[in-house]
């Protein structure tokens, strides 16, 4: 079994399309993983059924028991987030403001404080459209840990991929170099870039990749809108030679994209697409770098 995160150096570049098109095209021979949290929006084009859905625990917050406390101040003078406002007479706790770290309960001298583990979001096993499994999951509005809901998603996706003996998971990992990145690059087989031909596209792909070698992964790119800066994309495509990247394909600007994305279908289902027989190259180019034996390994 082989693990392909797709990521790009930032949103928008068409990186959620792109895997929603290889989770289709990979149909039941794959587990597909939405582990850009944050956002997650691959729902929208696979279309899960939410059969399986779960709440996410993780971190803590501060409470404080009006009845037991005194009011003595020591819980503000040690707070170091300016989450204890006064309001009203009362020492109250400000939830986005509180770290979670634990020292106004070890100064407490009534024992009023308590910290509780915090509801973060829910994580869910879907069927799709495309007939495969899905695991994926939403972040509550202002929650962080969002790195440790991606490990829990994706190792999910990697028991079920295990237990079904399913050949790929298919990872839409977040926009960036952050955290919840560097979570779903973990255990990775191969790793897909999309970038987009101009001067800030090539910035983020060199960022991007650079925490990809830390972690010693394969890597591919895809190119997409290529031909919206020819310059550009010559650029990266030395870049790629450079750096040993593999070239999976260019993909030339579409309207059709968008226009598949507004009636909720990926780009190789939408009947009026230009993109679907380069699309589909690309996930065999993909299938072929990560299985060059051929066969199927597990």
């Known amino acids: 079994m082989k693990e392909i995160v797709i990521i790009s150096g930032k949103g928008g570049t068409g990186k959620t399309s792109i895997t929603a ?33 779960e709440d996410f625990y993780s971190g803590f917050i501060a409470k404080i028991n009006q009845d037991e406390c ?7 003078e040690v707070c170091r987030f300016n989450a204890i406002p006064v309001i009203d007479g009362q020492y109250i706790v400000k939830p986005l403001n509180c770290e979670g770290c634990g020292y106004c309960p070890r100064v407490c001298p ?64 977040s926009p960036g170099i952050g955290c919840p990145v560097v979570s779903s690059l973990s255990g990775a087989n191969f790793v897909v870039l999309v970038t987009e031909p101009t001067v800030s596209g090539l910035h983020d792909l060199k960022r991007a990749y650079q925490l990809v070698k830390k972690f ?52 190789v289902e939408y009947e009026k697409s230009n993109l679907k027989s380069l699309m589909t190259k690309s996930w065999e180019k993909v299938k072929e770098t990560t299985n060059p034996g051929g066969g199927k390994k597990k």
């Open 21 to 53: 098109s290889f989770a289709y095209l990979g149909g039941k021979d794959i587990v597909a993983a939405d582990c850009d949290v944050d956002a997650a929006d691959m729902h929208l084009l696979l279309q899960p059924d939410f059969a399986k859905s």
């Open 70 to 76: 005194n009011k003595c101040g020591k819980c503000v």
């Open 110 to 173: 009534t024992d009023a404080i308590i910290m509780e583990e915090q509801n973060v979001g829910q994580w869910y096993i879907s069927t799709t459209k495309a007939g495969n499994l899905m695991v994926h999951a939403r972040l509550r509005i202002g929650a962080e840990n969002s790195g440790k809901l991606v490990a829990r998603v994706k190792k999910e996706a990697k028991r079920i991929a295990e237990n079904t003996q399913k050949d790929y998971v298919v990872v839409d990992g």
């Open 216 to 267: 010693n992964i394969k890597a591919g790119c895809i190119i997409n809108k290529s031909d919206l800066n020819l310059h550009a994309c010559e650029e990266i495509k030395d870049f790629l030679r450079k750096e040993s990247i593999v070239h999976i394909s260019n993909l030339p600007y579409d309207e059709t994209f968008t226009k598949a994305m507004t009636v909720g279908q990926t780009i």
